[in-house]
């Protein structure tokens, strides 16, 4: 079998054919991790891990936090690598350089393409894609290919024809199709902000906008809703709540919730309370109070005051509630096939003609 093998990848015209054990797609990939550890259990379904290569898609309404939420997974990849640079292809023109840079990104770092059409995203995205070897770090970022137009749109405006567009998820699909391996192969993630929809079944549901392609090829799809957080009356901030679409790693239609309020921005530690309370790791000795069981004679703690790195550091040392964590939202790995015995249906069938 060795030798076989070994001719075979002799033979192999593919760059990158290897021993499924040694491809380097696999066994050799980068992972980010976020500032965010609800993020990276939605991501991954583990606190200290995030995502990797292939396509990101955060999908919402409008003013539901996508741009910013995509924003956060390139800044952790851009922090982590030094000499990483963003691609970030525009069609909103809502990200100004002052603002990347109050996020943490460097815009020096960032390679600003305007885009006017989905063809014209795929064009340069492609020959892009073709010049990045593996190893230089890349993050795609687009904002946003739910309000790209097709060229035929663009063109029948021009033209003042008023028909409808069936070319643009045909383009999309194509998009997709085309970058996915060149991401994969070449280990490089990209984030895409889109659009959400409401069908119009009897009991209507959350629909991604752009056709079946960009379910198909991507690694990670969120859709985001959110509802008001108040305090004394007075809108003081979002509760957003990530549903998991689609993923690799995380079983899907799980929840994750996150809080940004207008003074203080993401509340980096919201969202966990409700899953410690669950795994035991947080108990609520009184009304409104929490204590850390793991701790002895631990101080009640006010609601407020868990979102805060003193009261979840000795929790995420823990790695009976990193586990739990896991347990609880991380896909498993299992036999495709099961059986109790090592016989063949060979065997059985030669044993019953007997």
Not at 163 to 192: E, F, G
Request: charged share 30%; with cysteine.
């Amino acid at each position: 079998m060795t030798n076989l093998m070994e001719q075979m990848k002799k033979n192999s015209t593919i760059k990158s054919s290897s021993s499924l054990t040694k491809s380097k797609i696999f066994y050799d990939k980068d992972n980010t991790v976020t500032d965010m550890p609800i993020l990276n259990l939605a991501l991954s379904g583990h606190l200290d891990k995030g995502f990797e290569s292939g396509i990101f898609m955060i999908a919402g309404p409008s003013k539901h936090f996508k741009s910013n939420l995509g924003l956060v997974a390139v800044r952790a990849y851009m922090k982590k690598n030094q000499d990483a640079v963003c691609l970030f292809y525009d069609s909103e023109f809502g990200i100004t350089p002052n603002y990347v840079k109050s996020l943490g990104i460097d815009p020096d770092r960032t390679f600003h393409s305007p885009i006017t059409n989905i063809e014209e995203l795929k064009f340069d995205i492609m020959k892009q894609l073709e010049g990045i070897q593996r190893g230089q770090k890349v993050i795609i970022f687009i904002d946003s290919v739910g309000n790209s137009a097709s060229k035929k749109e663009v063109e029948d405006a021009l033209d003042q024809k008023s028909v409808a567009d069936m070319s643009r998820s045909r383009q999309l699909k194509s998009l997709w199709r085309m970058i996915t391996p060149h991401l994969t192969l070449k280990d490089i993630p990209c984030v895409a902000i889109n659009h959400t929809y409401m069908s119009q079944e009897f009991i209507s549901k959350t629909v991604v906008s752009g056709g079946t392609g960009g379910e198909y090829s991507s690694t990670y799809i969120f859709t985001l809703s959110r509802a008001m957080d108040k305090e004394d009356g007075e809108l003081a901030g979002y509760k957003f709540t990530i549903d998991v679409y689609k993923s690799r790693h995380v079983k899907e239609k799980s929840k994750f919730r996150f809080v940004v309020k207008y003074d203080k921005g993401i509340n980096k530690w919201s969202g966990l309370l409700d899953i410690a309370l669950e795994t035991g790791h947080v108990v609520k000795p009184s009304n409104g109070y929490y204590s850390r069981p793991h701790i002895k004679d631990d101080k009640k703690w006010r609601a407020a005051e868990t979102d805060k790195t003193d009261f979840w550091t000795t929790i995420f040392k823990d790695t009976d509630f990193k586990e739990a964590c896991t347990k609880r939202y991380a896909l498993g790995q299992v036999n495709l096939l099961s059986f109790d015995d090592d016989e063949t249906i060979t065997d059985l069938v030669d044993d019953d003609l007997e």
